[in-house]
């Protein structure tokens, strides 16, 4: 074909409730050259039932069913090895794309002549329990058109935050596209020849691919939507119920070999986003060849930030004591066990009175709704309504809400126009 191949890759184990509404999102890009990969690392619900009547459906997507466990980075790192060259992004088993994303990807990459582009994606959470309450946003960001992001930037701007959740994070996994060029690149300078070369296969992937490139596109439309759950293996990292901490436990144990980076204590993995960010600037500065730049962190500036995680986000006691001695030993390995000590005296842990609400319509760093009040149950729902949402917000301006207020007063005055007359008589 005259169009370059995309493929999204589905790695996903156990989300038959979610499954099918993903795959919805994909079934309805009408690109011309589009391929889906699902790798279902055994299932043990009917989602493999799911996605083969759907791809008995479309024959774009293409199911592999393992039968024996892969844990997650092996299920990424696997289908990512059945991409065709061309672009590749992935998705959870609960996230989706919206409407035409393709397309324009293809229009970007095409007129910028980049390899690498990331966005700023809409957002679905499902309800925890049947009956309960979603939240589809998207974010209150005015249509800029295409950025460039200098990935030396980037990269010093990650090294100063220790932060690498943010809206232009060039990862390919819910929030960008990349070339199997540089995929490729990456793979050639790992020791095993796997791209995801950390335990989590989302942050790896915008560090390592930014630092393979001067810069990278960046548009704030959000071609993509992220998918919440209950079973979002971030909310099992931060419970300590039953079932939590077996999936949790059983990450932990896929990973037992792949400790964090040396100057990290070689610990294993840490659900803190601050050790996460550290553990991959420090891995894919040590990839032979690797050209990205970057100015050297403090480590004292890295447990700060670790503590500030910590007093931030709800993580159950038994799962912060698990933290607190990762982050001792990286503290003892670079003569910062004082700072430690006096922290962990000094510092204070947010907690919630009660249940965070937000529900209903609300205009904050989002546009909020509560979905189900407006006919939304679901990721498929959602990704609908997305392209609508963010135009109308980009459209609306003080300029255009005048200009309404003059149209309906108008209108409502023509109405004023009309006189009563009698009918015609008829002879």
């Known amino acids: 074909m005259d169009y370059p191949r995309f493929t999204v890759i589905i790695p996903q184990k156990d989300r038959?409730?979610?499954i099918g509404h993903t795959l919805k999102t994909c079934m309805i890009q009408d690109y011309p050259n589009f391929e889906i990969i699902v790798s279902d690392d055994c299932s043990e619900d009917n989602s493999v039932e799911v996605i083969q009547?759907?791809?008995?459906?479309?024959?774009?997507?293409k199911l592999f069913a393992h039968k024996e466990h892969l844990g997650m980075r092996d299920n990424f790192e696997f289908a990512l090895n059945q991409v065709k060259p061309g672009y590749v992004m992935a998705l959870g088993g609960d996230d989706g794309l919206v409407p035409g994303c393709i397309w324009e990807m293809y229009r970007i990459i095409k007129e910028t002549g980049r390899q690498l582009l990331t966005w700023t994606p809409a957002g679905f959470s499902y309800p925890e329990k049947e009956g309960g309450q979603n939240i589809?946003?998207?974010?209150?960001?005015?249509d800029t058109g295409v950025k460039f992001i200098k990935s030396e930037d980037f990269l010093n701007r990650?090294?100063?935050?220790?932060?690498?959740q943010t809206d232009d994070c060039p990862m390919f996994y819910m929030k960008g596209v990349a070339s199997t060029e540089l995929v490729d690149k990456v793979k050639s300078r790992t020791p095993d020849h796997c791209f995801y070369y950390c335990p989590t296969p989302d942050g790896f992937s915008g560090v390592v691919l930014a630092g393979e490139v001067e810069d990278y596109a960046y548009t704030n439309k959000p071609l993509s939507i992220t998918g919440d759950t209950i079973k979002s293996q971030g909310k099992n990292y931060m419970r300590a119920d039953k079932k939590s901490k077996f999936e949790a436990q059983?990450?932990?144990?896929?990973?037992i070999r792949r400790t964090m980076h040396a100057e990290l204590a070689s610990q294993q993995y840490s659900p803190l986003v601050s050790l996460m960010t550290a553990d991959y600037l420090l891995t894919a500065r040590d990839l032979p060849g690797w050209p990205g730049k970057f100015k050297m962190f403090s480590y004292e500036s890295l447990i700060k930030a670790s503590f500030d995680v910590m007093?931030?986000?709800?993580?159950?006691?038994e799962v912060l004591e698990r933290e607190l001695r990762i982050l001792q030993e990286i503290a003892k390995q670079h003569d910062l066990i004082d700072l430690f000590n006096n922290l962990i005296k000094e510092k204070k842990r947010k907690v919630l009175k009660k249940k965070e609400g937000g529900y209903g319509f609300l205009i904050?760093?989002?546009?909020?709704?509560?979905?189900?009040?407006?006919?939304?149950?679901?990721?498929?729902?959602?990704?609908?309504?997305?392209?609508?949402?963010f135009n109308c917000?980009?459209?609306?301006s003080m300029r255009s809400v005048v200009e309404f207020i003059k149209r309906m007063f108008s209108f409502i005055m023509s109405r004023r126009k009309y006189r009563l007359v009698g009918f015609p008589q008829l002879d």
């Open 250 to 255: 059983q990450f932990f144990n896929d990973n």
């Open 393 to 396: 917000h980009n459209t609306l």
């Open 158 to 164: 990650l090294a100063s935050t220790f932060h690498y």
């Open 136 to 142: 589809f946003y998207v974010r209150r960001v005015k």
């Open 53 to 61: 009547e759907l791809a008995n459906l479309d024959s774009r997507i």
């Open 364 to 389: 904050t760093h989002s546009i909020r709704f509560e979905g189900s009040s407006i006919g939304i149950y679901n990721i498929f729902d959602a990704c609908l309504a997305v392209n609508f949402v």
């Open 16 to 18: 038959s409730e979610y």
């Open 311 to 317: 007093i931030n986000r709800p993580f159950a006691d």
